[in-house]
């Protein structure tokens, strides 16, 4: 199990940037596949962006071109940079990880987009 702690979340205008940071509590290079999810109210997660091990990335086409996925080993963290953000990003945002059958998730951090 990795326990997972975002932060990062909070209130922006449109057209504002924000950058969310998932810390692990172990060495990223074990897990197979770390990516972010949203959640909007009364909905299921929605997969974002992700990062393998190998460092394959994929995006959602609602944020391509907006978001960046990245990671830094060394800090067993991986980020999610928000540019051009809408107010139909508002969501409570959730890092993932899975290694093996495992599938780990944070508690979630509340992004806000004000128009």
């Known amino acids: 199990q990795v326990q997972l702690e975002e932060s990062g979340g909070g209130l922006v205008q449109a057209g504002g940037s924000l950058r969310l940071a998932c810390v692990a509590s172990r060495n990223i290079r074990s897990i197979n596949h770390m990516a972010w999810y949203r959640q909007f109210p009364g909905q299921q997660r929605d997969l974002v962006a992700s990062?393998?091990?190998?460092?394959?990335?994929w995006y959602s086409n609602s944020v391509k071109g907006r978001f960046t996925i990245s990671r830094d080993i060394d800090k067993n963290t991986v980020y999610l940079q928000m540019n051009s953000l809408d107010v139909e990003d508002t969501a409570v945002y959730y890092c993932?990880?899975?290694?093996?059958?495992?599938?780990?998730y944070g508690r979630g951090t509340q992004v806000i987009v004000s128009s």
């Open positions: 990062i393998t091990s190998d460092g394959s990335i």
């Open positions: 993932y990880a899975e290694s093996g059958s495992r599938k780990d």
